[in-house]
């Protein structure tokens, strides 16, 4: 099946720190989105990307859409404690609801105050 | 708007016991699925739902059963609890496109 790539594991970060992750694929994708789980929480959407190339931001969040369709990338800037957390990408081969995601593992965030 | 709303948030279960746990939400969302999560996995896929009364498969559906009599509700069924259930299980719904999953709080679930 599909599998999402996302290394390393953990990353660790002084607060303050820019912050980046990819997340690559052997298959193409027609959507990428980028999820945060708080602890003991489920995950939430921080970004969603629906054409090649394209580079959308939340706040200090950025992430990018690749343009081979295999890859994305999120970016934090000026990471605060309050990023702590689990980061997942997830990409979706289609567009209707059925159309399944396929999650990477998840990349732990700790930022040190 | 409570979103999705599961239950319980943690339950210890001996093996061969079973239990259903509880997803419900009111964003009158067409498509609902369940997830469990466990370290360094990531999220699986386990059932879903496109609409009421229709369920599919995910990735890893062995011992697990559901059905979708209610938009609002997708109960997952555990029929005989084993030890490789323990996981944290999530709940997860979405209008329809673009993959944007709104997820339950999780439930933790422990088979001894």
């Known amino acids: 099946g599909q599998q999402l790539n996302q290394s390393p594991q953990s990353m660790f970060i002084q607060e303050g720190e820019d912050v980046s992750m990819n997340c690559t694929s052997s298959?193409?994708?027609?959507?990428w989105l980028w999820y945060k789980q708080d602890p003991g929480e489920g995950p939430v959407l921080l970004i969603a990307?629906?054409?090649?190339?394209e580079l959308t931001s939340n706040g200090r969040l950025t992430a990018q859409f690749g343009i081979t369709r295999k890859d994305s990338f999120l970016n934090i800037s000026a990471s605060i404690p309050s990023d702590v957390g689990i980061y997942f990408c997830a990409g979706q081969g289609g567009s209707g609801a059925n159309s399944k995601l396929t999650f990477g593992k998840g990349i732990t965030l700790s930022v040190r105050p | 708007n409570a979103g999705v709303t599961q239950t319980p948030k943690f339950q210890v279960l001996k093996t061969g016991q079973s239990m259903t746990l509880q997803c419900a939400q009111d964003m009158n969302h067409e498509y609902m699925s369940w997830y469990r999560q466990d370290p360094g996995m990531g999220l699986r896929l386990i059932h879903y739902?496109?609409?009421?009364?229709?369920?599919d498969q995910g990735e890893v559906p062995n011992g697990y059963n559901v059905s979708r009599s209610t938009t609002e509700d997708f109960p997952l069924r555990l029929l005989s609890a084993a030890p490789s259930q323990t996981s944290v299980y999530f709940c997860a719904s979405t209008p329809g496109t673009g993959g944007k999953l709104f997820f339950g709080s999780g439930t933790q679930l422990s088979v001894l």
């Open positions: 298959s193409i994708f027609n959507t």
């Open positions: 739902s496109v609409g009421a009364g229709i369920t």
């Open positions: 990307l629906y054409k090649a190339g």
